[in-house]
């Protein structure tokens, strides 16, 4: 009896069956498709398969079976509980760092390839500081950041370089201009061709893919090198010239903090790819766009409003980050039942942005949200986590992607001629190949 009472005071497990469908259909795709670096031929096939929509369904089954507290997954090894509705993502984020660590066993593993003293792997008084370096740098409060000009300049020149010409435009076109960009602001303009900085953080994020893998140190201490080296030098306007000069203590690490800032900053840059998708297929939401940057002086810093909600929509709905992942530190009390200590709690975002029992705008192309409090008001839609942890970078992240899509929109219209279809008439895929999209250019006045 006593052992019965104590069972139903456990948070609900699901069964060992639906935990293997669950591991087959949610975290085995998601782990695939490469969460710290996308594999393009995976990500290609999840969008034939329509992979998400169908976890998505599968994850409502579960719910509706187990109810909308964590589900406890059946696992001999670790245990882990996946956290699908709004309230309680809410009580994870806002409960973070205590009771629910951001420095996650697994993301330690994978991160420590390539950052193992970063903030995201961080806790007690390393995290504080670093958190507050960060925020110092990244001018976490600021909606344009202190170099903002400067910033403004070097995304001007990367825009009308990608554009000159060109009558298509594709996701490898994108991404070389964007790289430039992202090593033009973090590490400064002499960066701007150092494509071996770029490849490999690459490199070591594709090793990150697999956690727990061994690291390769060679390739870990040439990428270190590199970063050094551009704080030795560091060039007035860039983040490395913040890094070598805002106050640190031992604990802080300042140049261990540089690897994240780089690799945010790339799946950034696919997010605005996308939101440009989005915008080349949505002529209302288009025409707004480009009424926010009539007669605008774009080689100055703007305020964009519009454009940074597209990006945020953008990444609602594909998920730049797959899952979102915290540790419980202690035995916790979830509404009079027990969630165990050091139980890795999942928040599947491509999931939680797209459910349609919480979002009436789930799978639409919804920028007001992010203009009239909506999506703040709701945690189901957190495309940079939320409470404590949420991303130091998100006011830089929106400046410069708003920046950039701001000049490829000034003199150019869209239309999308390859990659899955999007329309303002159908609900959006719910997964999305951006390595396939490919959009015709026509210059206009």
């Not at 400064?188 to 150092?194: E, L, N, T, Y």
């Not at 349609?356 to 839609?381: C, I, K, M, S």
Request: aromatic content about 8%; hydrophobic content about 40%.
């Amino acid at each position: 009896m006593e052992r019965k009472r104590h069972a139903r005071q456990e948070v609900p497990q699901a069964s060992a069956g639906d935990s293997l469908r669950i591991a087959v259909q949610v975290l085995a795709p998601t782990l695939v498709r490469g969460i710290l670096a996308r594999r393009p031929r995976v990500v290609a096939a999840a969008e034939r398969l329509d992979a998400d929509r169908k976890a998505g369904r599968l994850l409502q089954r579960m719910r509706a079976k187990y109810g909308p507290g964590p589900i406890r997954l059946w696992s001999p090894l670790r245990s882990i509980a996946l956290v699908l509705s709004e309230e309680d993502v809410r009580r994870v984020l806002e409960g973070s760092p205590e009771p629910f660590a951001v420095a996650n066993r697994e993301k330690r593993a994978a991160l420590w390839h390539f950052q193992p003293h970063g903030l995201l792997t961080a806790s007690g008084t390393d995290r504080t500081d670093r958190r507050r370096f960060n925020e110092a740098v990244l001018n976490t409060h600021r909606p344009v950041h202190q170099y903002g000009d400067l910033i403004a300049g070097k995304i001007a020149s990367e825009a009308a370089e990608l554009m000159a010409g060109t009558d298509t435009l594709t996701w490898d076109d994108f991404r070389v201009a964007w790289w430039r960009v992202i090593r033009r602001v973090v590490l400064g303009d002499a960066a701007r061709d150092d494509d071996r900085v770029s490849d490999l953080l690459t490199r070591l994020r594709m090793e990150a893919n697999w956690a727990f893998a061994p690291r390769r140190p060679q390739i870990y201490r040439e990428f270190r090198q590199r970063l050094d080296g551009y704080v030795r030098n560091a060039e007035h306007g860039s983040l490395a010239e913040l890094v070598a000069t805002t106050p640190a203590t031992g604990r802080t690490k300042p140049q261990a903090q540089m690897p994240q800032w780089l690799f945010a900053f790339e799946p950034a840059g696919m997010a605005a790819y996308c939101a440009l998708a989005l915008l080349a297929t949505h002529p209302e939401q288009a025409r707004r766009a480009y009424a926010e940057i009539e007669g605008r002086d774009l080689s100055e810093p703007q305020d964009l409003p519009f454009l940074r909600a597209c990006v945020q929509e953008s990444v609602r709905l594909w998920p730049t980050t797959l899952a979102i992942l915290r540790d419980t530190t202690t035995a916790t009390d979830w509404d009079g039942r027990t969630l165990p200590a050091h139980t890795a709690l999942l928040i599947p975002t491509a999931f939680v942005q797209r459910d349609e029992q919480t979002l009436h705008y789930a799978d639409t192309f919804a920028p007001d949200v992010w203009l009239d409090g909506t999506a703040q008001r709701n945690w189901a839609a957190i495309p940079f986590s939320g409470g404590p942890g949420e991303c130091p970078g998100r006011n830089l992240v929106l400046l410069t992607t708003s920046q950039f899509l701001a000049h490829l929109l000034a003199g150019h219209a869209y239309r999308q001629t390859g990659g899955q279809r999007l329309s303002p008439d159908q609900p959006l895929p719910r997964t999305l190949n951006p390595f396939g999209l490919r959009l015709d250019v026509e210059r206009t006045r």
